[in-house]
């Protein structure tokens, strides 16, 4: 069992910064893969990024290339996601998540075993 809690979301200007944290419980933080997902109002929850166990493969969605960090310390068993150069269309609820198969990341929500509670980011424009 893994539990996955957020932190680090807030309303901020456009071009500004923030940096999401996610803690995990649990010995094992590094034999999971993990993802960043959001969900805007009236749209599905859709991936970020997602980090393999390792954190040695990271993967990113188009629109955040170049301006999101998806990172994890395996030591502290938390995951993050440094994003800059944030714009209103960014704003979400955003979740972090765990899956427990294999090596890689994932994609797909169905693959993830743990969420967060999420944490809202609103940018202002």
């Known amino acids: 069992q893994v539990q996955l809690v957020e932190s680090g979301g807030g309303l901020v200007q456009a071009g500004e910064s923030l940096r999401l944290s996610c803690a995990a419980s649990g010995r094992t933080f590094s034999g999971y893969a993990m993802g960043w997902f959001r969900q805007a109002p009236g749209k599905e929850r859709a991936v970020v990024a997602a980090?393999?166990?390792?954190?040695?493969?990271?993967y990113y969605t188009d629109s955040v290339k170049g301006r999101f960090t998806i990172s994890r310390d395996n030591a502290k068993n938390t995951l993050y996601l440094q994003m800059n150069s944030l714009k209103p269309e960014d704003t979400a609820v955003y979740y972090c998540?765990?899956?427990?198969?294999?090596?890689?990341?994932?994609?797909?929500?169905?693959?993830?075993?743990?969420w967060g509670q999420g944490t809202q980011v609103t940018v202002s424009s």
């Open positions: 998540a765990a899956a427990n198969v294999g090596s890689g990341y994932y994609l797909l929500e169905r693959s993830y075993d743990y």
């Open positions: 980090i393999s166990g390792s954190g040695g493969s990271t």
